[in-house]
């Protein structure tokens, strides 16, 4: 397990045990049990049920501004951030806030980082359109899935630019299928492309269904060398 991944878990711990904490002390704080009403009555009033985080959070607030957290739980929290705020051991966000920019600035600090890079190759508009491709493949196109004895039918449609898309990555993704071991042809359609999948391996025709459109295009994990092929210029687009 990597140092990142035992702290994230021990801050979780840091956190579930101040949140167990904080309840104890509502439990027995009068001001969080209830409000009396105006009418001066002895009965509390008490605070609608969804207002309970928002009371559970600021009593929290209040333990680490006071020092009341237990021992060693609020270190443990100005370290890992309160509830997940901070991204990263330098308390920068460490995510793009984009999937397709995130593997552009990947592949570029690959790019960067090689003494070897001939920038007079280099292609990233390339890349890009490639990664536009798989966003409308992904996102935007119609899957109809048709069950097979040996596996699976899937007709993929779509319109104007994601029509374009499936018409480049779907026949694509073949050649990858075969290499699995898998049977695998496209057919054209009018709006689309059919894929059909099959195999003489009955636990395997199983796994064709359930994995799907999405879940056989995915399938070879060649997609992140051809980022960087791409971007070089050694790979032409679909």
């Known amino acids: 397990m990597s140092s990142w991944s035992w702290k994230a878990g021990f801050a979780g711990i ?20 209830g409000q009396m009403s105006p009418g001066g009555s002895d009965q509390p009033m008490m ?9 559970m959070h600021a009593r929290m607030m209040q333990m680490m501004q006071s020092g009341m957290m237990p021992a060693g739980t609020r270190g443990d929290m100005d370290r890992h951030g309160m509830m997940g705020m ?6 920068q966000p460490t995510l793009p806030g984009q999937d397709a920019f995130g593997a552009i600035e990947e592949v570029v600090q ?37 069950p097979l004895d040996n596996g699976v039918e899937i007709a993929v449609t779509g319109e104007g630019r994601t ?8 026949p694509a993704h073949v050649n990858e299928l075969v290499k699995i071991g898998w049977n695998a042809k496209t057919e054209d359609l009018p709006n689309g492309v059919k894929l059909t999948v099959t195999t003489d391996d009955a636990k395997q025709a199983i796994k064709l269904k359930a994995l799907g459109f999405m879940g056989i295009m995915v399938q070879g994990g060649h997609h992140q060398p051809h980022h960087l092929m ?9």
């Open 86 to 91: 901070q991204g990263g051991p330098s308390g």
């Open 110 to 146: 690959i790019l960067e980082s090689d003494p070897t890079t001939d920038w007079s190759k280099v292609n990233i508009a390339a890349l890009r359109e490639y990664l536009i491709d798989m966003n409308e493949v992904t996102l935007h196109a119609a899957a109809t899935e048709r």
């Open 230 to 238: 791409i971007a070089k210029g050694e790979f032409h687009t679909h």
């Open 47 to 55: 605070s609608p049920q969804g207002d309970a985080p928002a009371q």
């Open 14 to 33: 840091a956190i579930l045990a101040a949140t167990a904490y904080a309840a104890a002390q509502m439990s027995g704080h009068p001001g969080m049990q």
């Open 163 to 170: 029509l374009e898309a499936i018409k480049r990555m779907v």
